[in-house]
């Protein structure tokens, strides 16, 4: 079981995850755009559209233009995640001496890390309730949501609550993480550590990666090709210059079933 | 299907005599799953707004239809659902495999029954999508749900009644082309008196640049609009005709079919060709202006000729135009087609700065804009009271800038569904109200040219 999951289960929900996620946007990007969906005032230049699908995506514009509290919580809750997410990537290969790289002592920067950890957790655990809470609460939200909703929000409750009791709590062997990691990137078996919150969060996240391509998950890579098509430059009129058509004929795009008399 | 939709729907026959084949009840889940895996292979849009929403709400406080209805499923992402939650238990892994837990569900009759009952009440305004961060259009997930319907052979009667009025007339109303150049003498004869001077209204006129396509209503109802369009197009010296073929800048094709669309820009591209012009000129319609400009390239293949709203033409013009200020307080509703849809926010306001003392906003305005309720083609009588509940965030808005002489409603659908709303509302008699171009007309000085 534990070779299993130590072992295999990394792989499959790693390939699951990237392949999942591939081929998801490859069948959205294989259907093509008949007609342009822009929503103005819209970017004239490339630039200007890719300055607009970067406020969305760095500030969610588009909520805070809504419901302020919905998008403070996501907002923390995104961000939270991509900090913890940064942290976990530094602070596991560095062993928390990542900041030395940029001055200072190995102390301070285990203990800046352990800080950012921390605060980054706690944000994102708040946030998380918060947005539970929200979903719980809101009448049509409440009736909107399915069990996966409250799915997506538990599991990622369960890994951060994992993940903060070690951090505050139980703590982490961080060397034998590392070199357990690295054995999984280059394809070294070493043995998963055997501390059960270390396997408990580790295969929560397993799941997750496992998960996420069949889910509305998929948000993250739903909104680059949403707000694409969204952004797309409008129609000019006439288009380049083009040869005089011959009266009624039509390339066309065709959405009937023929014989239509209109 | 059990519930009693709110609209009347078109006869079997009728519709059959349209060339729309007509599914009988039984079958039509099953037919409609047929349809809805061919459009998800032919429209990105509908694989990815069906597939982004996180269920996050932000869009329910965004939609006039639910804060105006109360109604669960006119909240923006519920009328999604009705179809998400097919699309999900029949075309995803997720849904199928885990369906409830998933929010996949079973198509059947009643489902299908509240398809026609909510889709029409959504008025395509996309204020939803301006809100969502993922930017998920609802009016798109309405406009495809109206077009799989119409596939069925479900259409409403003032739609599919439109649609062969357009047929047989070249409009939405009926008017054939005698009456047509009867009303534009009368208007030409009324111009006269008030100018002194001889302004045309031409129709059919050969070896026209410029095709003004007005909307139908204005020549009966809203006949200070084509004033408007007519004075600007003579103080200009444009050589400007009416094509009897599509007297009609309303396209209720892009309401609820795409081939009856399709034929409408069809028509348009005829008739520019047939009577010579070079720049097309739509007139004051909302949506009509959408279907003009973003899907007559796409649909009918590329146009050859120029193709301006009247604002936008208005605008270009605006220095050679003699204008005078008149003396009011104007407020200016932006029609969601316009601002959101159409790119046509900055022209009217430049335009009304010029023509009147003082313009006052709304808020919100611009691309922020409310929709009056009436739009996306439901402004049929029997959808009158749920259209006033439509129009309520509309009421508020107006209510809210005080003090005003005149409201610029500078769309159709706006001109017909805002009079009722205040009225509905107690706010009627208060100020005057109209298009845009009606106020360019009274503020033009004609004799002095």
């Keep these: 079981m534990l070779f299993f999951i130590g072992q295999v289960l990394p792989y499959i929900a790693a390939a699951v995850f990237l392949v999942g996620t591939c081929l998801r946007v490859a069948g959205w990007l294989r259907v093509p755009v008949p ?28 909520l805070r233009r809504g419901e302020k509290w919905l998008w403070l919580w996501s907002w923390l809750m995104h961000i939270a995640l991509v900090m913890v997410i940064v942290g976990h990537i530094a602070g596991i290969y560095y062993l928390a001496k990542q900041f030395t790289l940029v001055g200072f002592s190995a102390e301070a920067s285990a203990s800046l890390s352990a800080w950012l950890g921390t605060i980054f957790g706690a944000v994102f655990f708040v946030s998380l309730l918060a947005l539970f809470y929200r979903r719980m609460t809101i009448p049509e939200v409440k009736r909107l949501s399915d069990p996966a909703d409250y799915f997506d929000l538990g599991l990622l409750l369960a890994i951060v609550v994992t993940g903060m009791y070690m951090r505050l709590v139980s703590g ?22 055997q501390d059960w919150l270390f396997i408990s969060h580790f295969t929560l996240v397993n799941i997750l990666l496992l998960y996420f391509p069949f889910s509305k998950l998929i948000h993250l890579a739903g909104i680059f090709v949403n707000q694409a098509m969204i952004t797309q430059p409008p129609p000019v009129y006439p288009p380049r210059r083009v040869n005089p058509t011959p009266a009624g004929s039509s390339r066309s795009v065709s959405f009937g079933e023929g014989g239509r008399r209109l | 299907m059990k519930d009693k939709p709110p609209m009347y729907v078109a006869k079997q026959a009728d519709v059959e005599a349209l060339g729309f084949s007509f599914t009988p009840e039984a079958l039509q889940p099953g037919r409609a799953l047929e349809k809805i895996g061919r459009l998800r292979k032919k429209m990105r849009s509908l694989m990815v707004m069906l597939e982004t929403c996180t269920k996050c709400g932000n869009c329910a406080k965004q939609c006039h239809s639910f804060l105006g209805t109360e109604d669960y499923y006119n909240f923006p992402a519920a009328r999604a659902e009705l179809f998400r939650r097919i699309y999900k238990r029949y075309f995803t892994l997720s849904g199928k495999i885990f369906g409830r837990f998933a929010g996949a569900e079973d198509f059947n009759e009643e489902t299908l029954g509240k398809w026609l009952t909510y889709y029409y009440q959504c008025n395509e305004c996309r204020r939803c999508a301006r809100f969502c961060p993922f930017g998920i259009d609802t009016a798109e997930i309405t406009i495809i749900a109206r077009h799989i319907l119409s596939e069925l052979g479900i259409i409403p009667k003032f739609l599919y009644s439109s649609a062969v009025n357009m047929a047989k007339t070249g409009n939405n109303m009926g008017i054939p082309k005698a009456a047509v150049i009867d009303s534009a003498e009368f208007m030409e004869d009324e111009m006269r008196e008030e100018t002194g001077v001889d302004i045309r209204i031409p129709v059919d006129k050969p070896n026209s640049d410029v095709l003004y396509i007005p909307s139908s209503a204005d020549f009966f109802t809203n006949v200070d609009t084509m004033l408007g369009a007519a004075k600007m197009f003579y103080v200009l010296g444009t050589n400007w005709t009416i094509p009897s073929s599509v007297l009609e800048a309303a396209n209720f094709g892009f309401l609820f079919d795409f081939n009856v669309m399709k034929e409408h820009n069809r028509r348009l591209k005829v008739a520019a060709a047939e009577l010579g012009a070079s720049l097309v000129v739509q007139g004051e319609c909302g949506h009509g202006w959408r279907a003009a400009k973003m899907y007559t390239n796409a649909l009918n293949g590329p146009v050859p000729f120029r193709l301006l709203h009247i604002h936008e033409f208005c605008d270009e013009n605006l220095a050679k ?81 005080g003090d005003i002489d005149y409201l610029v409603i500078p769309c159709s659908i706006c001109k017909a569904q805002i009079p009722a709303v205040l009225k509905h509302y107690g706010l009627d008699n208060k100020f005057e109200m109209g298009g845009l171009m009606d106020i360019v007309g009274k503020s033009l000085d004609i004799k002095k040219t």
């Design chain 1, 35 to 62: 007609f342009p969906l822009t929503l103005f005032p819209a970017a004239s230049t490339n630039a200007g559209r890719v300055l607009a699908i970067s406020r969305e995506i760095l500030f969610f514009d588009s």
């Design chain 2, 321 to 401: 135009l003699p204008l005078k200020k008149l003396t009011m307080r104007a407020a200016l509703h932006d029609p969601c087609n316009y601002a959101r849809t159409g790119g046509i926010i900055e022209q009217p306001r430049r335009i009304l700065r010029v023509c009147v003392t003082e313009l006052v906003e709304m808020t919100p305005n611009r691309e922020d804009t409310f929709c009056c309720g009436g739009g996306s083609g439901i402004l049929m009588d029997e959808m009158l009271d749920i259209r006033m509940k439509l129009g309520k965030k509309k009421a508020e808005q107006i209510k809210a800038v």
């Design chain 1, 172 to 193: 982490a062997d961080l060397p034998a993480v590392r070199a357990y990691i690295a054995g999984l990137f280059t394809l070294h078996p070493v043995p998963i550590p």
